[in-house]
Structure formats: structure tokens, C-alpha cells
């Protein structure tokens, strides 16, 4: 995938963080090993919200991030990888 337009990561918790604030999960990617790569579109604002959460000054509704991450736990463990 190109990585200019899709920003990746195996970080699960900043996956349901930043699909807390409306990003999408578009792919996933088993490489060798049990890490799974998140593939979300870079959309404006992505990379701010990544340095926030790395800066642990990130708020989310804890409802909508358990949702999140949920959803995203769902896409690794119940769906077949892309």
C-alpha cells in the first residue's frame, strides 16, 4: 500500500483511538509473525491526532473508543485478513 496514502501501524489501542474521531479501517496485513498492520486512510489531521495520543494528551469518550475497539478486535480476531 502506498505510504503516503495510508498511514500504518500494529498499535491496536491508537487504531480504536483514531477511529474514536471517525478514521477508517481500510485493510489489514498479517506479516510473518502474529503482528497484524492497520492500514487507515490518511485523512487531514491524522498525523495530529497520532502525535497527541503518543503524548498521552489525547481525550476520547470511553464509550465510543471501547466501540472502537471492539470493532477493530472484531476485524482481527473474526474476520479473515486482507
Known amino acids: ?6 498511514f500504518e501501524t500494529s498499535d491496536l489501542s491508537l487504531v480504536a ?6 478514521a477508517k479501517i481500510e485493510a489489514l496485513e498479517r506479516n510473518n509473525g502474529p503482528r497484524v498492520v492497520f492500514y487507515i486512510k490518511r485523512e487531514k489531521g491524522l498525523d ?7 503524548a498521552r ?5 470511553p464509550l465510543t473508543y471501547y466501540n472502537c475497539l471492539r ?9 479473515p485478513i486482507e
Open 1 to 6: 500500500m502506498n505510504e503516503n496514502e495510508y
Open 17 to 22: 483511538a483514531l477511529c474514536s474521531f471517525g
Open 48 to 54: 495530529q491526532l497520532v502525535r497527541v495520543f503518543y
Open 57 to 61: 494528551e489525547l481525550q476520547v469518550d
Open 71 to 79: 470493532d477493530a478486535k472484531s476485524r482481527l480476531y473474526g474476520s
